[in-house]
C-alpha cells in the first residue's frame, strides 16, 4: 500500500506556492507525466484550479504502513517457532521447481525430515522441551542450507527441504550431514536428538503430489529402520531424464 500526497504548486516570482493539496492511499500507482496510472485506472489530472500552473509536483512516499505491510506478508510464511517457511510456502516452491524441472529438464530434490520421538520428548519433559528439540533441528537444518534452497516446518515434527539442481545423491549427502551434525551438537544429555530423512528427486515429467509420495514413502522407510537415518526413493514410473 502506498501514501500518495499530491500538491499543485504555481511557479512565479517568490517561492512556489500549494494552493491545492490532496492525500490518497493505493495499492500501487505510476505516474507519466500528466497521467497517473492507479490499480489499472487512468486519470487526467486536470490543472483549472489555479491559473496557468507550470508544474504538477507529485510527492509519493513509500511510509511505515507500507513497511508493516511489507513485514506482515513475510511473517505470513514464516512458522512462529522455528523461523522456516510455512507449509503453503513449500508448497508453493514445489510447484516451481517442478515446473521448473519441466522446462529446463533440470533435477530437484526433495527432502522429507521427521524428528524422532518427539511424542517422547513432549510426553516426558513437556512441550517447551519438544519446542527447544523442534527449533534445535530448525537451526541444525538451516546450517545445512544454501541461498537458492527452501526449509519449511510442515507438520507437527516434520520439515521440508527443497534443493533446487539437486540430483538424488546430493541430497542424500546433505541428510547424512544433517544428521551426523544432530549427533555431534546435541541440544541437551536429556534430549538427545536425531532425525529420520526420505529424498525424493524432482525429474522431468514429475508431478508435487507424486514427489510428495515418493519422499514421505522413503521417510516412512527410515523410520521402520529404526530412524537417525536417510533413505532415497525410486524415481516416479514415467519421470525421465531427457
Not at 60 to 65: C, K, S
Amino acid at each position: 500500500m502506498t501514501h500518495v500526497h499530491i500538491l499543485v504548486h504555481t511557479l512565479g516570482v517568490g517561492t512556489p506556492q500549494p494552493v491545492e493539496a490532496h492525500e490518497f492511499v493505493f495499492h500501487g500507482f505510476q505516474a507519466i507525466g500528466a497521467w497517473l496510472f492507479i490499480a489499472g485506472a487512468i486519470l487526467r489530472l486536470e490543472l483549472h484550479i489555479v491559473p496557468s500552473p507550470t508544474r504538477l509536483q507529485l510527492q509519493a512516499t513509500v511510509d511505515e504502513q507500507r513497511r508493516l505491510v511489507d513485514e506482515a506478508q513475510s511473517l505470513a510464511g514464516q512458522d512462529e517457532l522455528t523461523g522456516l517457511a510455512r507449509r503453503w510456502r513449500f508448497e508453493e516452491e514445489l510447484a516451481q521447481q517442478a515446473a521448473l524441472s519441466r522446462r529446463h529438464d533440470v533435477s530437484s530434490a526433495l527432502v522429507l525430515i521427521d524428528v524422532d520421538g518427539l511424542k517422547h520428548f513432549n510426553d516426558t519433559f513437556g512441550h517447551p522441551a519438544g519446542d527447544r528439540v523442534l527449533m534445535h533441528v530448525a537451526d541444525a537444518i538451516r546450517a545445512q542450507l544454501r541461498a537458492t534452497d527452501i526449509a519449511a516446518r510442515i507438520g507437527g515434527d516434520e520439515f521440508a527441504l527443497l534443493l533446487p539442481a539437486t540430483d538424488s545423491g546430493q541430497a542424500q549427502a546433505v541428510a547424512q550431514r544433517l544428521i551426523a551434525s544432530l549427533q555431534t551438537t546435541p541440544l541437551d544429555e536429556r534430549l538427545p536428538t536425531s532425525v529420520s530423512a526420505g529424498i525424493a528427486e524432482i525429474r522431468r515429467g514429475t508431478m508435487p503430489p507424486d514427489v510428495i509420495a515418493l519422499a514421505d514413502g522413503a521417510l516412512y522407510a527410515a523410520k521402520r529402520a529404526g530412524g537417525n537415518c536417510c533413505v532415497v526413493s525410486r524415481p516416479v514410473p514415467g519421470a525421465h531424464d531427457a
